[in-house]
């Protein structure tokens, strides 16, 4: 039996959001700019889906872009505010974001921008007196994502909306592990930009969306004939917005149960492990966090031999081996977990199709992979 346990790295495409999308395979193919009934029939299709987007987030449709993906409205975001705010430009972000935000920021650097990194704590945590500190009269913009995509800690966006506000600086948030998970307010959090990635949301990849506060202008990332308000050049891909759309609102309909099914699952799945494995060590805020991430680290063993002794578990780990050197993800160095732990990290990520079967099936692999490492299998 192969239990699937990294939602959090993609997430299969919803039979719903499939069968909302096939009439734009087969005989809707129009282009939503054009004025004819094949065109206004798309036009439709994708205004309704950026509606669908923005009630999940508690925007107004107008405020919603459609992107390529979370990678993509990242770097419209960042780039965006860089090229358009004129010099100088200050960007503060942190330590445990993803590459689609550090690589960018590290881009930017060599474009001239400054960039701080603030730190987190040893449970993944970002202090909000941290940004408060770093904030200079030429920070433009504070970009800290919402839940971590490998510890699935959720970040204090709302206190640190209220710093951002008083200084009139911009704030954006990476929200592609969060939507779906835990309910997301773009008011309440106090954000002007926020990320969306389909793929971690049961739509397809190569699909996202960008939320832009109204009132806030920042250059195009894509240049061309003007779609989308003028803010993404290129025609829009109908088919694909309509699979987001769908896949946002069937996540605003199972959200309220999915959620704690999802945390009951997750405790069930790390108290058999520290039942079984009473060395393991919880990456990551203990309450703070995401429902469906549980991010666990066998002391003296490493991860990814952990999941090659339990092949039937498909699950991500927190350090890449390569030509025999062990390397901890940058997150996880950022919490200033030892080594000898931080090797070993798992990463285990439920969705909907997680049952409490597979959990107790999971327990028992992995115990029994960390079990038969730790009596003779490699320790550095």
């Not at 419209?76 to 705010?85: E, N």
């Not at 650097?109 to 408060?132: C, E, K, S």
């Not at 031999?305 to 039937?312: D, F, T, V």
Request: with cysteine.
């Amino acid at each position: 039996m192969r239990i699937y346990l990294d939602h959090n790295g993609t997430t299969p495409v919803a039979p719903e959001v499939a069968q909302a999308m096939m009439p734009y395979l087969h005989g809707e193919f129009g282009n939503p700019s054009c004025e004819y009934d094949l065109g206004r029939s798309a036009k439709s299709a994708l205004e309704t889906a950026r509606a669908q987007a923005a009630a999940l987030l508690g925007a107004s449709p107008d405020e919603m872009l459609f992107t390529s993906g979370g990678t993509e409205s990242n770097n419209t975001v960042l780039k965006g505010v860089y090229y358009g705010a004129g010099q100088p430009v200050h960007i503060i972000t942190t330590r445990i974001e993803h590459p689609a935000i550090i690589n960018p920021c590290l881009f930017l650097l060599n474009q001239g921008a400054d960039v701080t990194f603030v730190h987190t704590d040893g449970q993944g945590l970002v202090d909000p007196d941290d940004i408060r500190r770093a904030v200079k009269p030429s920070t433009k913009l504070v970009s800290v994502m919402l839940a971590n995509n490998e510890t699935g800690v959720i970040q204090p966006l709302a206190e640190i909306s209220s710093i951002t506000r008083e200084s009139g600086i911009w704030l954006h948030t990476d929200a592609a592990q969060a939507l779906g998970k835990i309910p997301v307010d773009v008011n309440r959090l106090g954000v002007d930009f926020l990320s969306v990635a389909g793929h971690k949301l049961y739509a397809p990849k190569g699909v996202g969306a960008l939320y832009i506060r109204r009132g806030m202008e920042i250059e195009p990332f894509m240049h061309g004939a003007g779609q989308e308000s003028g803010r993404r050049a290129g025609t829009e891909n109908v088919l694909l917005a309509v699979g987001l759309g769908r896949a946002c609102a069937l996540a605003g309909e199972n959200l309220p149960s999915e959620g704690p099914r999802l945390a009951e699952l997750r405790d069930r799945l790390y108290h058999g492990l520290k039942e079984q494995c009473p060395d393991i060590v919880l990456a990551g805020h203990p309450e703070k966090r995401l429902p469906n991430t549980l991010n666990v680290c066998f002391p003296g063993r490493l991860g990814a031999e952990i999941l090659a002794s339990a092949p039937e578990i498909r699950a991500s780990t927190g350090a890449a081996c390569h030509a025999n050197t062990v390397k901890v993800s940058s997150v996880l160095q950022a919490m200033d977990l030892p080594p000898e732990v931080a090797k070993g990290a798992v990463r285990l990520s439920l969705g909907r199709s997680s049952t409490a079967e597979e959990i107790d099936l999971a327990v028992a692999a992995l115990a029994r992979a960390a079990r038969n490492l730790a009596d003779g299998g490699r320790r550095d």
